[in-house]
């Protein structure tokens, strides 16, 4: 099983292993660009699904796979309509 690392405050990165840290570099870049571009991307499914948006996630979970995959979730506390 992968090892998973929360990552919400530059210190949390000194719990990456150094043989693993040029990895999380990689995976932390793509990260960065979703993140310069996530807060049009939330207001515009926001805005198509008419629900209010509180704010851009401010966290992220490294997982040490080697595969560099890159998944955001979005949740609201809006009811589902049925």
Do not use: C, Q
């Amino acid at each position: 099983m992968s090892k998973r690392y929360d990552i919400e405050k530059i210190t949390d990165i000194f719990a990456i292993p150094e043989e693993s840290f040029d990895n999380f570099l990689v995976d932390l870049r793509t990260y960065y660009n979703l993140g310069r571009s996530l807060p049009e991307l939330i207001e515009a499914v926001a805005e198509s699904e008419d629900i209010k948006v509180k704010a851009v996630p401010s966290k992220m979970t490294w997982i040490d796979d080697g595969e560099h995959n890159a998944n955001i979730y979005l949740k609201t506390d809006a009811p589902r309509e049925e």
